[in-house]
């Protein structure tokens, strides 16, 4: 009898396993393969129309990093655009860096925000000018510390610039180190990049991230611009995508010469508080993502969970053909998730190898800490003061 019951529990158990083993097998298939399978059709097209483009940023304080990102924005291979960098409040050598480049280059342009701006985001608040200073139809957002790994960065949106598109969406990341740190959240940001992009190509963008992100100055005007979400210090990027997306006005920019790579965090605690900040702008999601994703995430952790409980239990009570096929859906699914996430990373020129197996591991202890850490934290922080 006592042998009876627990192969009674680890039957339910395999079930519940196969079930959830099903279900991310779904996501991994059909969301997050997205990315990789669009990614093969790419190709700027030389006799595509280019037309002119307004890039737009905001600096604090970058220094020598605003100098050197912003020679290789204004060195693109494209006919006609122009950067616009608005200053916020930095130190001095910003503004230096801004006047000599623009002695250089006569595409850059540049102005500050108002020591007397008040009660307002200063980021939103800065990107609303360059946008009032701009001369161009289509956007380019980026960030100072950001720098494209081609000279075609341009050219590959713009390719996506058709009547229909109002909004493109592009890949970034940190520029990879050999820190343990740094592999984690490159590797994090790569998982999160192939959930938001894999579920715009599905038909349903719900976001966008302003280290590389396009959209028609007409768009901004008409929606009155980032007025839904002014308490907010952040939500510039993608709570203004989550408005205004469509299925019928959204491209999303998969070729390798489109990637942005940025510096990461200089500490753990830049990086949580970045993670929590955009947890308190995905609170003001509209449409279905969020539940999709929350349902992804809890699905993978009760995999792993069911799959241990089962392996274990067919090994204490020697039950060989419960623990081998508990097994056999763990290996299944690493092997395909270790390929997917590779083959995507390899195609927008990173390197993942150990790394994937951890993330895929822990990322729901992850979600839980971060969890936590929104529900313990001063939200007070994230709102205009």
Wanted: some cysteine; overall charge positive.
């Amino acid at each position: 009898m006592n042998y009876i019951y627990p192969i009674s529990f680890i039957t339910i158990l395999l079930f519940l396993e196969g079930g959830l083993f099903f279900i991310q097998m779904f996501f991994l298939l059909f969301l997050y393969n997205r990315l990789r399978r669009t990614g093969k059709k790419s190709a700027v097209n030389s006799a595509c129309a280019y037309p002119p483009i307004s890039i737009i940023m905001v600096t604090k304080d970058y220094g020598k990093v605003l100098e050197k990102n912003l020679q290789v924005i204004l060195k693109q291979d494209y006919p006609d655009f122009e950067v616009i960098v608005i200053n916020d409040k930095s130190a001095g050598e910003d503004e230096n860096i801004l006047q000599q480049l623009a002695n250089q280059y006569n595409r850059l342009y540049y102005s500050f925000i108002p020591e007397t701006a008040r009660y307002v985001s200063r980021k939103k608040l800065g990107i609303a000018m360059g946008i009032r200073a701009s001369h161009n139809e289509w956007l380019v957002f980026t960030e100072p510390d950001c720098a494209p790994t081609s000279t075609q960065w341009l050219k590959c949106l713009a390719k996506y610039f058709t009547q229909e598109t109002e909004i493109v969406l592009g890949y970034s990341n940190y520029v990879p180190t050999k820190r343990l740190f740094s592999r984690w959240i490159t590797t994090d940001i790569l998982f999160n990049s192939m959930r938001y992009l894999g579920i715009a190509l599905a038909g349903h963008p719900y976001m966008g991230i302003g280290r590389n992100l396009a959209y028609r100055k007409s768009l901004y005007e008409k929606n009155k611009g980032f007025h839904d979400h002014l308490q907010l210090l952040y939500g510039e990027d993608d709570l203004f995508i989550n408005s205004v997306a469509r299925k019928n006005n959204t491209k999303v920019a998969t070729e390798s010469d489109s990637v942005i790579l940025s510096t990461e965090p200089v500490n753990k605690r830049i990086w949580k508080e970045e993670k929590i900040g955009r947890m308190i702008t995905g609170r003001y999601y509209k449409g279905k993502a969020g539940i999709i994703n929350s349902i992804e995430t809890w699905t993978c952790a009760m995999f792993h969970l069911s799959a241990a409980v089962c392996i274990t239990i067919g090994i204490i009570q020697h039950a060989w053909i419960f623990a081998g096929t508990a097994f056999l859906f763990v290996l299944i699914r690493l092997i395909f998730v270790i390929n997917l996430f590779r083959k995507t990373a390899r195609q927008f020129k990173l390197r993942k190898g150990l790394s994937i197996f951890f993330f895929d591991l822990f990322r729901p202890l992850q979600s839980l800490w971060l969890q936590l850490s929104y529900m313990s934290c001063n939200k007070k922080e994230y709102y205009r003061k």
